[in-house]
Nanobody, 129 residues
Framework: QVHLVESGGGLVQAGDSLRLSCVPS????????MGWFRQAPGEEREFVAS?????????????VKGRFTISRDTISRDNTKNTVYLQMNSLEVEDTAVYYC?????????????????WGQGTQVTVSS
């Protein structure tokens, strides 16, 4: 079975930082592009950031540009180094949401949810004022 397991969420105050991690298992994700999305209560799931399989192309939502950084470990065949990260700095109350990691068999980074084949269960990020 394919799994994407997110971790690193929590309750923080505005201005604080968090680092989310996404660990894949069940197949090799070295040639997959990866993305982070989030969903707040009562809202649609929205794009946050994505990174191509090589790490050479990265996209961010306008709302997180300059504050969030997506990265991935060196690609390896056995997933031991395919962890994807989302470093979140200067967190705002509006960043409160469940954050999801996703993997796409398309090599290119993308901000479209429909391009992603696998999704994690999500990790809660709550930012208080």
């Amino acid at each position: 079975q394919v799994h994407l397991v997110e971790s690193g969420g929590g309750l923080v105050q505005a201005g604080d930082s968090l680092r989310l991690s996404c660990v894949p298992s069940g197949r090799t994700f070295g040639n997959y592009s990866m993305g982070w999305f989030r969903q707040a209560p009562g809202e649609e799931r929205e794009f946050v950031a994505s990174i191509s399989w090589s790490g050479g192309t990265i996209y961010y939502a306008d709302s997180v540009k300059g504050r969030f950084t997506i990265s991935r470990d060196t690609i390896s065949r056995d997933n031991t180094k395919n962890t994807v990260y989302l470093q979140m700095n200067s967190l705002e109350v509006e960043d409160t949401a469940v954050y999801y990691c996703a993997a796409s068999s398309d090599y290119s980074a993308s901000y479209y949810t429909w391009k992603y084949d696998y999704w994690g269960q999500g990790t809660q990020v709550t930012v208080s004022s």
